[in-house]
């Protein structure tokens, strides 16, 4: 080991010390953002540690959720992994998790679409996994296709990985395209029937990534996701190498057989996690499982235990009403949590808290690619509130929707303001990203956990 390697771990360690033992403050960037100041070259040094392989997932959505869930399956197995389960996922975050550098089966690695640069051409990861592609922070990321262009230049320095892709993503589907045409081994997976369920009402992407021509469209799971074909230039949907199968959706969880491409079925496969796109987080974990030659029932006890405890679909209990807590940062994650809300037939309250700090991106004008005016047709919904620092602008969205909404302080206002509602009737809490920490703890201080929905 190099005298600059050695530093870099003993300060990075040094830096986790200090704020995770002495100050008991979050440790996930700091230490490897001071580890990499020192060896910009860290990550590649500490490869030889991880016996069987790198797992980094990217995506827009679902990262952090799939990552974790990858883990415990590895982990179920019996495996030593590293993992960024906080979610920091650019290179600081990544260093930080492989900073304790001790012996491990796996890395199992969350990365930003646009840390893949950094990180992909240094670990050179076994797999890498690109869950979706939609619009996300416009003013820091950029359209799709700078983001696009950034995973499949990472891959071109990475030609050892293979890509695990969304075969039902567009958008996705054309980063696999450049990477594939340039060596990189692809597989795919996605939803194999027609859910029947209601498309979105602004999709993310309408047009061929190849021709230009307008798609067409089988079936649509959600957002542009589903079985897409140009009919012009014949660009579409792959052969699955892993199809979900007899799919269940509901607010009680998800269940799908899992069928290798030739037709084998694998494993059927339930969680207790609603919404179509947590099919999607469990399908790419099942694919990875059967890569690294895990079987089914460690899966499916690893999917049995999660509880993820990061505001992620966590639920409380507080003064004996049940809430519901979920992260929504972008149209097509807001989206599925309307979607995810009006699946539960109880009369409802929703509090939708948006920010606009610069990790959730300053432009908040992708609030008016929500279909909100799916709740104002829901008589379920008897009462909307909008919180947050953009809560006026919110409010001002919804109007056009159709809904009134009060403007909150915060969880606390929120609860108070459904007091006079019977505790029966739950309250959904729908945050982008900078403002779920404050809600979980808020929630914390005020109620306990009930599970998972």
């Known amino acids: 080991m190099s005298v600059r390697i050695l530093i870099s771990t003993k300060v990075g360690r040094a830096t986790h010390w200090v704020l995770h033992d002495v100050l008991h403050r979050s440790a996930s960037q ?15 040094h500490v490869r030889e540690k991880v016996s069987r392989g790198f797992v980094v997932v990217c995506g827009t959505n679902g990262k ?18 590293l993992c960024n389960r906080d979610g920091a996922n650019m290179a600081a975050g990544v260093a930080s998790a492989l900073l304790p550098l001790r012996d491990a089966d796996w890395a199992v690695l969350e990365a930003d679409e646009l840390s893949t640069i950094h990180i992909l051409p240094q670990l050179r990861p076994t797999y890498l996994v690109l869950l979706n592609l939609f619009r996300d922070q416009l003013d820091r990321a950029g359209e799709i296709d700078h983001v696009q262009d950034v995973i499949a230049s990472a891959l071109e320095q990475s030609p050892e990985t293979t890509l695990l892709v969304c075969g039902d993503d567009p958008l996705s589907m054309g980063v696999a395209a450049r990477a594939h045409a340039r060596g990189t081994r692809v597989l795919a997976f996605g939803v194999d029937e027609d859910l029947g369920l209601p498309t979105d009402r602004v999709p993310e992407a309408r047009f061929c990534q190849q021709c230009g021509a307008e798609l067409d ?3 649509r799971t959600y957002a542009q996701l589903g079985a897409f074909r140009c ?8 052969t699955l190498d892993y199809a979900a199968r007899n799919v269940k959706v509901g607010r009680e969880g998800v269940s799908f057989s899992l069928v290798e491409k030739g037709g084998r079925t694998e494993w059927r496969i339930h969680a207790d996690f609603g919404g179509v796109y947590m099919v999607y987080n469990v399908l790419a974990t099942a694919a990875v499982c059967e890569r690294a030659g895990v079987g089914g029932s460690c899966l499916q006890r690893a999917l049995d235990a999660y509880d993820p405890h990061n505001g992620r679909l966590q639920s409380f209990v507080v003064d004996g009403r049940e809430v519901v807590l979920n992260l929504a940062k972008n149209p097509t994650g807001l989206n599925q949590n309307v979607s995810l809300l009006l ?6 309250a929703v509090c939708v808290v948006i920010n606009d700090n610069y990790n959730d991106g300053r432009d908040v004008s992708w609030l008016w690619d929500v279909d909100f005016e799916r709740m104002a047709t829901d008589d379920q919904v008897v009462r909307v509130m909008a919180g947050g620092l953009r809560a006026h602008d919110l409010q001002v969205r919804l ?11 915060g969880v606390a206002d929120a609860l108070s303001a459904v007091g006079d509602l019977p505790v029966e009737q739950p309250l959904y809490v729908l945050t982008n990203y900078s403002a779920l920490e404050p ?3 808020e929630l914390e201080r005020a109620g306990e956990p009930h599970g998972r929905k």
Request: charged share 20%.
């Open 30 to 44: 700091l230490p490897g953002r001071v580890a990499l100041s020192i060896d910009p070259q860290l990550l590649s």
């Open 64 to 81: 952090t959720t799939t990552t974790n869930l990858i883990a415990a399956m590895l982990e179920e197995h019996g495996d030593v992994v």
């Open 217 to 219: 469209y089988a079936y």
């Open 231 to 238: 009919p012009s230039c014949g660009f579409g949907r792959p």
């Open 343 to 348: 699946a539960d037939g109880r009369p409802k």
């Open 399 to 409: 109007k056009y929707a159709g809904i009134p909404a009060r403007c909150v302080e």
């Open 439 to 441: 809600a979980r703890h």
